[in-house]
């Protein structure tokens, strides 16, 4: 009796019920339209700007131009680039200075709900500051006032005058207070501290920051995607750098920042207990990051310097990345491919402007470049 009552026209339950179905329906639809809707101007934009200093092109015309000014003239009579100074320590910090004012552009023109992930993005440029002045404190070196002034984000300053300010066993109170894990605590109150670990742990910090700030709906997978791809990268970087410089195996199992893509636990395991870089790379047959290796395995046993493998991984994160990118296109997937390759074009212009003004030919400048990973 009350089930026809309420699917009876002429009442009003009926109605109650018609609309609220009608509602329910229109938010279910709508809710991944407006998130394609927040990303479609700021992707478009990202589009049109573009990140060419990651190419051979673009990077062959800096590289080939005679002195410093003619550097800064060139990227200058790019709309993207205003860069002030006359040496190359000035150019590199104005080059510094750009990226953050991208990111702080992209957050500025993005939805609030990204801004997590930008402010975490700008603090993994601060966390090395961290780390290192961490690591002087806790072994009685002089930590340099300029530190304090290369820190980003305010909250970065303040924590590194507090570290300098305090005595050694205060730092544990002060990594506390500003929310750092109990892993870091802990690494750094070990009365024979590890600095091998506590480089690991403030890895894992900023990792896992990463991998909790909250994103739009429908773009955790893709953030979830890179953040994993980001962890292989650093971890398998961490392993070949341990092997080259003869670290034994239970050093190099404490390199795990966690289970990324494609990196589990036990295949960290596995290539932690394997004895040389080459062996290393042949553990990560299988994986994504393994043909970029192989390519320039020879280079490696000729130079000896794990800077090709690095270089090789890097190529490769901007290729992930740009897979990322075009499997969620309407979402996050440009801001991701923007923001990371805009990192390492800082990096590469820095080079080129270090190589200009030291008179490195241009085939050692472009040894250090990275670029990204043709198809």
């Known amino acids: 009796m009350l089930f026809g009552f309420i699917l009876d026209p002429y009442n009003y339950p009926f109605w109650i019920l018609i609309v609220t179905i009608i509602f329910v329906v229109v938010a279910l639809i709508s809710r991944p339209f407006s998130t394609y809707v927040m990303f479609t101007y700021p992707n478009a934009k990202y589009e049109a700007i573009g990140n060419p200093f990651i190419s051979d092109k673009e990077l062959n015309r800096v590289i080939d131009t005679k002195d410093l000014l003619n550097f800064k003239e060139a990227l200058n009579a790019s709309k993207d680039y205003n860069l002030s100074g006359d040496n190359t320590y000035e150019i590199q910090q104005s080059l510094d200075d750009n990226l953050i004012q991208t990111i702080k552009m992209m957050q500025k023109e993005s939805s609030k709900k990204m801004n997590g992930f930008f402010n975490t993005f700008i603090e993994k440029f601060d966390i090395y500051l961290i780390k290192n002045t961490i690591k002087y404190k806790l072994e009685n070196k002089k930590i340099n006032d300029e530190l304090i002034n290369k820190a980003i984000l305010p909250?970065?300053?303040?924590?590194?005058?507090?570290?300098?300010?305090?005595?050694?066993?205060?730092?544990?109170?002060?990594?506390?207070?500003?929310?750092?894990?109990?892993?870091?605590?802990?690494?750094?109150?070990?009365?024979?501290?590890?600095?091998?670990?506590?480089?690991?742990?403030?890895?894992?910090?900023?990792?896992?920051?990463?991998?909790d700030i909250?994103?739009?709906?429908?773009?955790?997978?893709?953030?979830?995607?890179?953040?994993?791809?980001?962890?292989?990268?650093?971890?398998?970087?961490?392993?070949?750098?341990?092997?080259?410089?003869?670290?034994?195996?239970?050093?190099?199992?404490?390199?795990?920042?966690?289970?990324?893509?494609?990196?589990?636990?036990?295949?960290?395991?596995?290539i932690a207990e394997l004895d040389s870089v080459p062996h290393v790379i042949s553990g990560l047959e299988g994986t994504s990051y393994y043909d970029s290796l192989k390519n320039v395995?020879?280079?490696?046993?000729?130079?000896?310097?794990?800077?090709?493998?690095?270089?090789?991984?890097?190529?490769?994160?901007?290729?992930?990345?740009?897979?990322?990118?075009?499997?969620?296109?309407v979402t996050i997937g440009p801001t991701i491919r923007f923001i990371v390759s805009k990192e390492f074009e800082i990096e590469n212009l820095k080079i080129v402007a270090k190589g200009i003004s030291e008179g490195l030919s241009t085939d050692i400048v472009k040894n250090y470049l990275v670029k990204e990973a043709t198809s």
């Open 214 to 270: 909250k994103v739009p709906y429908k773009c955790e997978s893709a953030k979830h995607k890179f953040v994993g791809t980001l962890m292989d990268t650093i971890t398998i970087k961490n392993i070949l750098r341990a092997k080259q410089l003869g670290y034994n195996e239970e050093s190099c199992k404490k390199l795990f920042l966690g289970e990324g893509q494609e990196i589990a636990s036990w295949k960290f395991k596995e």
């Open 155 to 211: 909250t970065t300053k303040t924590l590194l005058q507090k570290i300098m300010e305090s005595e050694k066993q205060n730092i544990s109170e002060i990594l506390k207070n500003y929310g750092f894990e109990k892993d870091v605590i802990d690494a750094v109150t070990e009365d024979t501290f590890d600095l091998l670990k506590i480089d690991t742990t403030i890895e894992k910090y900023i990792i896992n920051k990463f991998k």
């Open 297 to 329: 395995i020879e280079e490696y046993n000729k130079v000896k310097s794990v800077q090709v493998l690095e270089n090789a991984l890097d190529s490769n994160l901007l290729k992930l990345v740009e897979d990322i990118s075009t499997k969620n296109y």
